[in-house]
């Protein structure tokens, strides 16, 4: 399958700074979801955003869609040690696919 | 616990042996969908089930890999003659029916291990 790309691959920061991944995609899309994985663990739902909506705001947590440049972010206000994992988004191909297809993913890791 | 199950966690098993993992999704989930994970990747699309009938499959999904959901509730996925590459995370995910492409919920994996 076609994975996206995300950057940074891996990012370090210190608790309290704020944290900001990108995601870029290759087909229309529906909508775009991302997703958190702990260290060998299954994934958690985050939020979603629509194809037709340019940002969305959930607690912390802010996302943007551009969809004339096929890209996202995810930014992390206020990060808190809680926060370290790998934050993955995903989104439903066009052409009627209906599997997932996921970005190769951002290991975050927030530095007491 | 009423989130997506999927037992055993972990299996260990010699290349050639037959593996078989389940996969109890959200009870009133009709969509359920296996991906597989390697070390440093993002999950990749299996195969993807509506209630008993499998809709989509990856071309991932060799002639070894067989997936059934027998009655619509839970759901199996066998590899067969297990070769070193097939070492992954195993992962399952259900969803409603409706409304179609909405976030998918993941159980904890199986993690295999070929040696």
């Known amino acids: 399958s076609q994975q996206g790309e995300e950057d940074p691959q891996a990012l370090s920061i210190q608790e309290g700074e704020n944290a900001t991944m990108n995601c870029s995609y290759k087909t229309s899309i529906n909508n775009l979801q991302w997703y958190r994985q702990n260290s060998g663990r299954g994934l958690v739902h985050l939020i979603l955003i629509r194809s037709n909506e340019r940002e969305k705001h959930s607690g912390r947590l802010r996302v943007t869609l551009d969809t004339s440049k096929k890209s996202s972010s995810l930014l992390i206000t206020a990060s808190r040690a809680a926060d370290t994992a790998s934050y993955f988004c995903a989104w439903y191909s066009g052409g009627g696919a209906d599997g997932l297809t996921f970005g190769k993913g951002t290991h975050l890791i927030i530095q007491p | 616990d009423t989130g997506v199950s999927q037992n055993p966690r972990h299996k260990i098993t010699k290349r050639g042996q037959n593996v078989t993992f389940r996969c109890d999704p959200i009870?009133?989930?009709?969509?359920l969908y296996w991906y597989r994970q390697t070390l440093g990747q993002g999950p990749e699309f299996l195969t993807y089930f509506q209630n008993e009938a499998q809709l989509e499959k990856s071309r991932l999904l060799s002639d070894r890999f067989s997936a059934e959901r027998p009655k619509g509730s839970f759901s199996t996925l066998e590899i067969q003659r297990t070769e070193q590459g097939d070492s992954a995370m195993y992962l399952c995910a259900s969803s409603p029916g409706q409304p179609q492409r909405t976030e998918a919920f993941f159980g904890q994996g199986t993690r295999l291990t070929v040696v």
């Open positions: 009870s009133e989930h009709n969509r």
